[in-house]
């Protein structure tokens, strides 16, 4: 760029465009109009206002410039202006941090030749004015009363001279004419003389105290300025000694020593989708309000095994028994046998597999008025609010837990494992894989209706079916059974648990799940983890997975212990990290798995392990020598449109999909689920509270008759206490909704649920419901005169 001529730059030193710039939490991101000028960024609200209001100016000279992801940037001053700034495209974005960067090192150039001249003034971004001329104006308006003085003072200094030069010629004929009788003339002479040096002398005292006092005061913001400058200057330096320590950290972390392998050390990896991401640390870092988690030293590192542990050699010399090498081979001997197995339900099946739905109604944008909801529940428990549907997605809980099974194909993976061990890998790989689908989606599943039921028959298709049915209403919880041709069997029953925290929601999935192979008779158990949705009041919802999850084989002893690591802003760790190490019976460790729970996950197969150092806490951490990392899961990518059709997976859009013969239990049957999905919100909120209502008379006159059968009058209770109970009907305390939070207050549900009974597991010691037969059965005779009417 050529040197700028303020206060009109020529257009080599001009750069324009339109940005998105940050605001607040309310309007979020707004257009602006920027413009690049003179070592200035300003920005106005349109093109229009370039000629009469600056919104903003900051001096690019003490600016950092730091890039957060694909399209977003930051621009600081060191703490008094930040602007973040986000581009339309990544190309875009390289243009204006290419701009600024020339345009950085310009100013700081010309900063630096003006220092060392000391006739520029400190750099000063006005807090308004007419743009990049501001600044400059100042500075000459400045100079030219100086540079006034200094005229002045030579003015007075030629008069001076002058006059003085007078007076001494006229003091000089006064001592020559001492005898003569001029003397008087003289002597007026000598005295106008002598007058006009005492008026010029004091006009010059005045021009220098002026001059004085100008230079002092401007002398007072130079020096203000140049220790502004020299503390910024010690700012950036211990900026760049830490990024220093980051890149040496970062190199070592290449080399092996991280708890990820490398191709997890990517900081690309953390830019997926959207908190903020934040999650993710994009656009939505700024909006969203994030909780910096406390950041855990990691239990264990990994490093590269020797290479001799890579050759395949008959010799024990080693010190691993030949099984090891063997299992390490049979991992890929199980993947080639999946990978081309003969036997598939799909090359033996003759029937056409049923073409099913890839799109659904795009998701309607209505204005939701919150105040609306919020204004006749003043005073009122905040759980207790019956949601519109405004706030779900067209899927019932049910079937968001059949969506578990979208990649099954692990647990077919497992069942074919020689090895328990590698076995528990696999099965560890799925339980992570069940949270992928989670990422995006924060809108609310419909509670199910107590009896409501969901089939998900994909045994033409994928080799299994899967049962859900809503078995409790206070507290609400769902039982699961699916199974599978390929030897394996999954049951679940989980209840949730919430807390509102005023920012943030968690969700404490309750209960157990359970897989079962039926060739190795294996039986592991684990439970859910938290998950937290973030910004339930104001800014973009995001949604966290955090928690440890221990998978343990309860015939073999095995275990594997996988920790969810909480987001955390200002953590150098990839964002939704998930680490893992199975062990045998023994605590000794055999694989490590690692990944993040919305992307993939990876295994490695340790040969050694050793005591490391202590970790920031104190804490020694366990060194592993592992072979090469293998891919074991990677998440499916979404269909496009997803982000119209609320985020659904492939699976997720067929599972509302209409289908003759399932129950009339089935939530496909629901009507306000339906209404929601072909974007009829409005008939859907209105259909909802009518089966709310009808849910609730059927309950009050299953507690009535539990009042008829109670033998004893301790056990009796009367009407009025049933119409008086928290179960009344009254205000907001109303709907499905408000069985999100447990009311332990409320009376027990008496109902049995048609397809599962409840039952004492002796493996793992717990209770839950398991699938008792008889749906299927049902389904093929069509014959569902037992099943309730719900809907």
Request: aromatic fraction near 8%.
């Amino acid at each position: 760029m050529s040197e700028p001529k303020p206060p009109t730059p020529t257009p080599g030193d001009t750069y324009k465009g339109w940005l998105f710039k940050w605001t607040n939490y309310i309007k979020g991101y707004q257009r602006r109009w920027f413009v690049l000028s003179n070592g200035l960024l300003s920005y106005y609200r349109s093109q229009a206002e370039m000629g009469h209001t600056c919104r903003g100016t900051i001096n690019l000279a003490t600016a950092n410039i730091a890039v957060e992801d694909s399209c977003n940037f930051v621009i600081s001053n060191g703490g008094a202006q930040t602007y973040h700034l986000k581009a339309s495209s990544e190309v875009e974005r390289q243009r204006w941090i290419t701009a600024l960067e020339l345009a950085k090192a310009k100013a700081v150039h010309m900063q630096a030749e003006s220092d060392d001249s000391g006739d520029e003034c400190p750099a000063a971004p006005p807090s308004s004015g007419q743009g990049g001329g501001c600044r400059n104006l100042e500075i000459q308006s400045t100079l030219r009363t100086l540079g006034s003085k200094v005229e002045d003072l030579n003015t007075c200094n030629d008069l001076i001279v002058k006059h003085g030069s007078a007076l001494q010629r006229s003091l000089s004929e006064l001592e020559a004419l001492r005898v003569s009788g001029d003397v008087g003339d003289k002597m007026k002479q000598v005295t106008e003389r002598a007058t006009l040096f005492r008026i010029t002398s004091n006009a010059m005292i005045n021009a220098c105290r002026d001059f004085l006092s100008l230079a002092q005061s401007h002398s007072k913001r130079w020096q203000k300025a140049l220790h502004s400058e020299r503390d910024q200057r010690i700012r950036l330096e211990e900026t760049l000694e830490q990024l220093a320590k980051q890149h040496n950290h970062l190199e070592r972390a290449f080399r092996g020593a991280t708890v990820l392998p490398s191709s997890f050390s990517n900081p690309a990896l953390g830019n997926k989708g959207g908190v903020p991401g934040k999650g993710d640390a994009s656009d939505e870092d700024d909006d969203n309000e994030f909780f910096d988690a406390m950041e855990d030293p990691a239990e264990f590192i990994t490093v590269p095994a020797d290479p001799k542990y890579h050759r395949r050699s008959g010799s024990n010399a080693s010190g691993f028994s030949c099984e090891t090498g063997m299992d390490d081979q049979s991992v890929n001997f199980d993947e080639l046998s999946l990978a081309s197995n003969p036997e598939s339900p799909q090359t033996l099946e003759l029937e056409p597999v049923r073409q099913r739905r890839t799109r659904i109604p795009d998701k309607p944008n209505y204005y939701l008025n919150l105040w609306s909801i919020m204004k006749n529940c003043i005073g009122k428990e905040l759980s207790k609010i019956p949601m519109p549907v405004n706030f779900n997605e067209p899927l019932s809980m049910l079937q968001r837990l059949s969506e578990d099974l979208e990649y099954y194909e692990l647990l077919d993976k497992a069942a074919k494992c020689q090895s328990s061990l590698e076995q528990m890998c696999y099965v560890a790989a799925f339980t992570v894989s069940s949270y992928s689908t989670t990422v995006h989606r924060t809108g609310k599943p419909f509670n199910p209706l107590l009896g409501e039921t969901f089939e998900l028959d994909r045994l033409k298709d994928c080799g299994y079916r899967s049962l859900c049915e809503q078995v409790s209403h206070h507290p609400p919880a769902a039982a699961h059974h699916a199974l599978s041709e390929k030897g394996w069997t999954l049951r679940q029953e989980i209840t949730l648990a919430s807390k509102f925290r005023g920012k943030y929601l968690s969700i404490m999935p309750l209960g157990s799940i359970q897989c079962l192979f039926d060739k190795s008779e294996n039986h592991y158990s684990w439970k859910k983890v938290t998950t937290t949705v973030h910004n339930i009041i104001v800014g973009k919802l995001w949604i966290d997975q955090s928690g440890e999850i221990d998978v343990v084989n309860h015939k073999t002893g095995d275990r594997c212990h996988l920790k969810f690591a909480p987001y955390s802003y200002f953590s150098r760790d990839v964002p939704r990290k998930v680490t893992g190490v199975v062990t045998d019976k023994d605590g000794k460790a055999h694989y490590v798995l690692s990944g993040t729970w919305d992307e993939k996950m990876e295994f490695s197969r340790i040969m050694q392990s050793s005591k490391g150092e202590n970790g920031t806490e104190g804490k020694q951490r366990t060194v592993y020598q592992t072979l090469k990392a293998k891919e074991i899961w990677k998440k499916n990518p979404l269909p496009e449109g997803a982000e119209n059709m609320y985020f659904f997976s492939s699976l997720a859009l067929t599972l509302n999909e209409s289908e003759e013969g399932v129950a009339p239990t089935d939530s496909r049957r629901r009507p306000d689920q339906r209404m929601m999905e072909d974007g009829r919100w409005d008939e859907a909120n209105a259909e909802k509270q009518k089966l709310e209502e009808k849910q609730r008379i059927v309950r009050r006159e299953r507690e009535r008759e539990a009042v008829k059968a109670a033998s004893t009058p301790e056990e009796a209770v009367t009407e009025d206490s049933i119409n008086d109970s928290p179960l009344k009907t009254d205000g907001v305390e109303t709907g499905t909704e408000a069985s999100e939070v447990s009311d332990e207050s409320a009376h027990p549900d008496n109902y049995q649920a048609m397809w599962f009974d409840k039952f004492d597991d002796p493996a793992s010691g717990e209770t839950l419901h398991v699938y008792k037969g008889g749906y299927w059965e049902a389904k093929e005779q069509g014959s569902w005169d037992m099943c309730p009417e719900i809907f």
